[in-house]
C-alpha cells in the first residue's frame, strides 16, 4: 500500500536524508510529507483543472464540478475500504439520502447553500450511526451484503412509501438553492481575477469543499485515529489484542466515510438541482467502489482521479463518434487493466512511474 | 452432472451460430430468405442416471411447437419456432408452506459446450429458467438483470451459501412476503419489506436459514 513508507521510521529517515544530501526525491519526499503542501496541491490541482480540462479534454466545467463532486465520495469511501479495509456496498444509501434531506431542507428550511450542506452531511451521519451499528456486527461479505440491504431498502422506501416526501420515480424535483452567504449568486459567474481559471460560482464552491473534504481526510489518515484504522486493516485480532476497542473505530471509520458520502450527496443535489432515485440505486454503490479501485484503494488522492477517469469515460468517451456507444466496453477494458497492471489503481500507476523517474527513493 | 452431454441436445450456441449465419446468408440473398424461418430445438431431457443422483423424477418432457404468420410492408412472413420443455421434481425433500404446498419444480433447458460446462449447468440452467418463467411476470427491458441480481442474491445469501434447499425456502420466503403485502394492501412496502426481511435474518442467523455454522465477524 502506498502509505506505508509514512510511517515514523521513514519519515524520520527521510527527513535525516534530506538535511545531509539535499536530493531533490529527498526534498520532495519532505515536502509531500507535510500537511501544508498536501492542502497547496490540492488547490493548484483544483484551480487549474477545469481550465486544462475544458482546452485539452473536450471538458466542460458542469462535469468537472460533477468530477470533483464524487471525488468527494469516493475519498470518504477509501477511508473505509482503503484504510479500515471494510468494503461496504451500500453506500449509495449515504450519498442519495444526503441529497435527499439536502434538496427536502433546501425546499422547506432554509435555502442557504452551507446550511443545505450541513443538513445533508448531518442526516448521512446519523444514518450511518444507525446502518453502521447494525452492519458492524457482522464482518466480511456478510457486512457488505447488509450494508447492500440497507442501500436497498432505502431505494424503496424512497420508491414508494416515502413518495410524499421524495416525490418517487420522478426525484425530487423542487431543490431550492438560495444564494451563498446571502450575497453569491451560486450559479452565477465569477469576478475577473478567478474567472481565468474557472468561469462558475458552483464550480469554486464545490472545489472548496473538495480541498477541505481532502484536508480533513488527509489529517484523519495521519494522525493516530488513522493509524487505529490501518492497524485494523492489517489484522483485526492484534489490534484487538493491543487494546483497541476495534468495533467503536471500525463504526466512526464507517461514520466518517459517510460524512464524506453525505458533503458529496449535499453538493450533488446543489450541483443539479434535482435529485434522482437513482441515486439511492446499488449501480451506485457499485460505481463508486469501481472509482474508489480504479484510482487506487488506500492512497489519499487516487479516488479522486478514479472518480474523474470513470466519468469522463461515462460522460465524454461515450459522445466519440464510433467508439460511444461501447463506453461501458471501455470502462471495463480499463478497469481489467488497470487492475491487471496495477493493482494499487491509477494512483499506483504514478507512484510507479515516478520511482522509475526518481529512481525508487522511499518504496 | 453431465447431462445432455451426447447426441440429442440442442445449446444456445449452436442455436445462435444457426440463426445468425441463416439470417446473415438471408441478409446476402436480399432478404428473401428471411420470409419463412423455422427454429426447432430438439428436446432437452436430464438423462435417468441423472435423474436418480439427484432424486428428481420426470413430470413433462415435450416439446412445443408454434407457428407465427405475419404482414410486414406487404411481405408475409412465417415464424415457426418449437420449443423443449422439460420439468422434473425432486422427491427427497418437501417444503412445507401452508396452503401452497406441494412438489417444487426445477427445470431445465440446454446447457453449454466448453469449459464451463459443469458450473453453467448448474448456474445457468436454474438462472435462464427463472428467466424463462419470470419473463411473462414482469416487463423485459435491457435492465432486467440489474433488477433480479440483488434479490437473487440476497436469496442465496439468507437460505445459507452452498445449500441448494435454502436458496428455494429463502425464494419462498421472500416471496411470499413480498406477494403477501401486495395482497394485504401494503404494495409500496412490498419492495421495502423483503430487503427488511434479509437483514433480519442476516443480522440474527447470517449463516443463512440452513446454513452451517461459520466465522461471521
Redesign the interface.
Known amino acids: 500500500m502506498s502509505d506505508e513508507p509514512r510511517d515514523a521510521t521513514a519519515t524520520a529517515a527521510a527527513d535525516a536524508d534530506a538535511e545531509v544530501t539535499g536530493g531533490f526525491a529527498d526534498r520532495w519526499a519532505n515536502f509531500r510529507d507535510r500537511e501544508i503542501s498536501t492542502v497547496l496541491l490540492t488547490v493548484v490541482g483544483v484551480a487549474v483543472f477545469p481550465f486544462l480540462f475544458n482546452n485539452f479534454l473536450d471538458g466542460y466545467t458542469q462535469l468537472a464540478t460533477l468530477m470533483l463532486i464524487y471525488g468527494i465520495f469516493a475519498v470518504g469511501f477509501d477511508i473505509l475500504l482503503g484504510y479500515t479495509g471494510l468494503l461496504s456496498f451500500g453506500h449509495a444509501v449515504f450519498f442519495g439520502g444526503a441529497a435527499y434531506a439536502a434538496g427536502i431542507f433546501s425546499a422547506s428550511v432554509s435555502s442557504s447553500p452551507l446550511l443545505v450542506l450541513l443538513a445533508g452531511t448531518a442526516f448521512a451521519v446519523l444514518l450511518a450511526w444507525i446502518v453502521g451499528f447494525l452492519s458492524l456486527r457482522r464482518g466480511g461479505i456478510y457486512f457488505a451484503i447488509l450494508t447492500l440491504t440497507f442501500g436497498q431498502m432505502s431505494f424503496y422506501l424512497a420508491a414508494s412509501p416515502l413518495a410524499f416526501l421524495t416525490n418517487g420515480e420522478n426525484g425530487f424535483t423542487s431543490v431550492d438553492i438560495g444564494s451563498l452567504l446571502g450575497v453569491i449568486d451560486i450559479h452565477g459567474g465569477v469576478p475577473f481575477p478567478l474567472s481565468m481559471l474557472v468561469d462558475n460560482m458552483l464550480y469554486v464552491f464545490v472545489a472548496v469543499m473538495t480541498v477541505l473534504s481532502v484536508a480533513m481526510a488527509n489529517r484523519i489518515l495521519h494522525s493516530p485515529y488513522g493509524t487505529v484504522f490501518r492497524a485494523i486493516r492489517e489484522n483485526e485480532r492484534r489490534a484487538e489484542f493491543v487494546g483497541l476497542n476495534v468495533w467503536r473505530y471500525k463504526l466512526m471509520a464507517f461514520i466518517i466515510s459517510a460524512a464524506f458520502a453525505g458533503i458529496a450527496g449535499s453538493l450533488f443535489a446543489i450541483e443539479g438541482n434535482y435529485v434522482p432515485l437513482e441515486s439511492l440505486y446499488w449501480t451506485e454503490s457499485g460505481r463508486i467502489v469501481i472509482m474508489t479501485v480504479l484510482g487506487g484503494v488506500g492512497s489519499l488522492f487516487g479516488p479522486l482521479f478514479g472518480a474523474g477517469l470513470y466519468l469522463y469515460i461515462e460522460n465524454i468517451v461515450s459522445g466519440f463518434p464510433t467508439l460511444g456507444p461501447f463506453w461501458h466496453l471501455i470502462l471495463g477494458v480499463v478497469f481489467v487493466v488497470a487492475v491487471v497492471l496495477f493493482p494499487d489503481g491509477i494512483w499506483g500507476g504514478i507512484n510507479y512511474v515516478r520511482d522509475m523517474v526518481v529512481g525508487g527513493e522511499d518504496e | 452432472m453431465t447431462a445432455n452431454r451426447d447426441g440429442n441436445e440442442w445449446n444456445r450456441r449452436r442455436f445462435l451460430a444457426m440463426a445468425g449465419v441463416t439470417a446473415g446468408a438471408g441478409m446476402l440473398a436480399g432478404c428473401g430468405g428471411l420470409a419463412n424461418q423455422e427454429f426447432i430445438a430438439d428436446t432437452v431431457v436430464l438423462p435417468a442416471a441423472d435423474q436418480e443422483e439427484l432424486g428428481f423424477t420426470s413430470l413433462v418432457e415435450e416439446t412445443d411447437r408454434r407457428e407465427y404468420s405475419r404482414s410486414v410492408a406487404g411481405q408475409d412472413v412465417n415464424a415457426t419456432v418449437e420449443s423443449a420443455i422439460s420439468v422434473y421434481a425432486q422427491t427427497e425433500f418437501e417444503v412445507d408452506f401452508g396452503d401452497s404446498g406441494g412438489p417444487l419444480l426445477f427445470r431445465f433447458d440446454g446447457g453449454e459446450d466448453g469449459l464451463f460446462a459443469e458450473v453453467s449447468e448448474k448456474l445457468a440452467a436454474p438462472a435462464s429458467a427463472f428467466g424463462v418463467v419470470g419473463g411473462p411476470l414482469a416487463n423485459v427491458n435491457p435492465n432486467i438483470g440489474?433488477e433480479q441480481l440483488?434479490p437473487a442474491?440476497?436469496t442465496v445469501?439468507i437460505g445459507g451459501v452452498g445449500k441448494i434447499e435454502g436458496a428455494v425456502v429463502a425464494g419462498l420466503m421472500l416471496g411470499t412476503l413480498q406477494v403477501l403485502l401486495i395482497q394485504t394492501g401494503n404494495?409500496?412496502?412490498s419492495?421495502?419489506g423483503i430487503?427488511?426481511l434479509?437483514?433480519l435474518v442476516?443480522?440474527v442467523r447470517?449463516q443463512g436459514l440452513l446454513g452451517s455454522e461459520v466465522d461471521?465477524?
Open positions: 440489474t440483488v442474491f440476497l445469501v404494495a409500496a412496502w419492495q421495502v430487503y427488511a434479509a437483514a442476516l443480522l447470517p461471521v465477524s
